[in-house]
């Protein structure tokens, strides 16, 4: 029984140290964002990868969302899906300005290609995400237009 908690404990302990650490390009940052997707698990805690501005329009939605409803993401606007098996992952040149860098990321989630555009901050010693918008002529959508749009339910 002692085997599992130990190994259990161990992985927590790891993923919070990978999670913890700054990033200090945009590239590092993305390409750790998206590891577990393309190993097949989710990141167990995606708010250290999340600048303090877009964490705060996930908090308001949970706060504001009445217990047992849906909130405003229906799906995971990382993936542009609900659900993920991506493949051909690549992470675009940035174009840093600052404190912020714009950067595409492109990858195919159940083969269909998918483009996120990524506008990222420097924060608390490292690059963070701020806002998303995914690049798609028939389904696009800004992360920050889906929180703000939830606002008329509140």
């Keep these: 029984m002692r085997l599992p908690f130990a190994v259990a404990a161990a992985f927590l302990t ?3 140290l990978v999670a913890a650490q700054p990033f200090d390009t945009p590239e590092a940052l993305l390409e750790a964002f998206y590891a577990p997707y ?3 698990e989710p990141f167990p805690d995606e708010t250290v990868f999340r600048s303090a501005a877009l964490n ?13 409803e849906m ?3 229906d799906f995971d606007p990382f993936i542009d899906g609900q659900d993920f098996d991506l493949a051909d992952f690549s992470v675009g040149s940035p174009d840093i300005s600052g404190d912020t860098a714009l950067v595409e990321v492109s990858f ?9 555009a ?12 701020n806002a998303l918008e995914a690049v798609d ?3 696009s959508y800004r992360l920050s237009e889906i929180f703000e749009s939830a606002k008329e339910y509140w």
């Design 14 to 16: 790891l993923t919070s």
């Design 137 to 139: 002529p028939q389904h």
């Design 56 to 68: 705060a329009m996930y908090v308001a939605d949970a706060e504001n969302t009445p217990e047992g």
């Design 71 to 73: 909130g405003a993401l």
């Design 108 to 116: 195919s989630n159940f083969g269909e290609p998918r483009l996120i």
């Design 38 to 40: 393309i190993g097949g």
């Design 118 to 129: 990524y506008e990222l901050t420097f924060e608390d010693g490292g690059w963070r995400i």
